[in-house]
Structure formats: C-alpha cells, structure tokens
C-alpha cells in the first residue's frame, strides 16, 4: 500500500537558521506530491506541490522542496525560519481513487521556534 | 472569494448520540473531501463527494456516512457516538475531482464524553 512517512515528530530550530524536514513516500507511479502546513487550530494550508517537470518546486511564505526519485524523498526546505513559521508540517501523496483517498499524508513534524 | 467554512467549529457530544457535521466549499468548487484528524492515527480519509454522488469512501464503518447538496455543500454525519470518534474533522473542497488541488476548511472539534 502506499504510504507517507516523516522521520521526524518534533524539530526545533532557531530564528534565522534553515529548516529541512524530511518526507519519504512508497508509491509505485510518479507520484504527485505535496506539502501542507496546519496552524494551531486552523485547517491545512497547501505550501508547494509536485506533478511533473522541475525537481525543484517553489512555494509560499519561502519555502522549497525536491523531488528526488532515486531516494523516493520530497524534502521541504527553507533558509531562513521566522518566528510564524511555528507549526505542524504535513507530506502528502495524491492518489486518484481508492480506499485512502485522494491525499495520503504522513503523521507531521511540529516545528517549534526559538527566538 | 470566501474559503471553505465548517460549522460548528467546536462540539461537545455524549456517547450514543448522532452529529451532524457541516461544510460549504469555495464557490464554483464541486469536490467536497472529509478527513479525521487524530493524534493517534493522523489524518485520514472518511469520503469524497462529487456532483451529489459519494466517488469514494475510506475504511470506517457504517456509522459515519455523507451527503452533498446540488450547491456543492456537503454535511457527514456520525450515529452512536463512540469515545474515539473524537477527533478534528477537516472538509476540503477542489473544483474537479482527483488530483486537483484541496482547500481545506478549519475543522469540526467534535468531543465526546
């Protein structure tokens, strides 16, 4: 079955510094990918996402991600974290069809900040 | 234009009982997903409506169940509550179905006691 899997649960990083969390998928096609961030409270918010072409998919709010089929990893990036970036951070794979659904997402990374 | 809105926002339900659990997508959106969110199982997928018509259910029992309007509003509803149906119901909306990319709403809180 396909699945979504983020390594890590909690990363903290300091204001300024760069931000990589990790995705990993299991999918046999090319997968469409995407990264969504929830706020405390809020729904999920779609951050960058990846069909085709480019490896390297721009976003909002700075950040970044790569494909990279040969380590079946979507990383999202980020240079420099802000304060508001604090959040939970969900990788998902799009399907079409299927008992899962359209969207598998992995369980999220909590990104804390500190000042 | 206005995002997707769900009401009520926070539910507080005792074991047994049914809830009703409201979504109205971005206007001119005509897919409408549920999803429960829980610390335990993260995110996962309870069904999807197009065109008034469910296209696809994950794997919960019968107790939780769908329905869209012909504007594209959509309502699950859940009977004889169990403790562990207490999670973060989140509805999203996209214009067409399959990979078209999902507006989510901010959720339901449903507890139950």
């Known amino acids: 079955a396909q699945s979504v899997t983020q390594p890590d649960i909690h990363i903290t990083v300091s204001e300024g510094a760069s931000l990589e969390l990790r995705c990993n998928y299991s999918y046999g096609a090319t997968p469409y990918l995407f990264w969504y961030v929830q706020s405390p409270g809020q729904g999920l918010q779609l951050l960058l996402k990846y069909f085709s072409g480019d490896t390297l998919v721009q976003g909002i709010k700075g950040f970044e991600a790569e494909f990279k089929r040969s380590q079946s990893s979507f990383n999202l990036r980020k240079p420099s974290v802000h304060w508001s970036d604090a959040a939970e951070y969900f990788c998902?794979?799009?399907?079409?069809?299927?008992?899962?659904?359209?969207?598998?997402f992995g369980k999220g990374t909590k990104l804390s900040v500190k000042p | 234009k206005a995002g997707v809105t769900q009401t009520p926002r926070y539910l507080i339900k005792t074991r047994g009982q049914q809830v009703t659990l409201s979504c109205s997508p971005i206007s001119g959106h005509r897919s409408v997903s549920w999803y429960q969110q829980t610390p335990g199982q993260g995110l996962q997928f309870l069904f999807e409506y197009f065109s008034e018509t469910q296209r696809n259910k994950g794997n919960f029992p019968g107790r939780f169940s769908g329905r869209q309007f012909s504007n594209s509003r959509s309502e699950m509803n859940v009977s004889t509550l169990e403790l562990g149906d207490s999670a973060l119901y989140l509805c999203?909306?996209?214009?067409?179905?399959?990979?078209?990319?999902?507006?989510f709403g901010p959720g339901t809180r449903l507890t139950v006691t």
């Open positions: 999203a909306s996209s214009w067409d179905r399959g990979l078209d990319e999902q507006y």
């Open positions: 998902a794979v799009g399907l079409y069809g299927g008992s899962q659904g359209n969207l598998i």
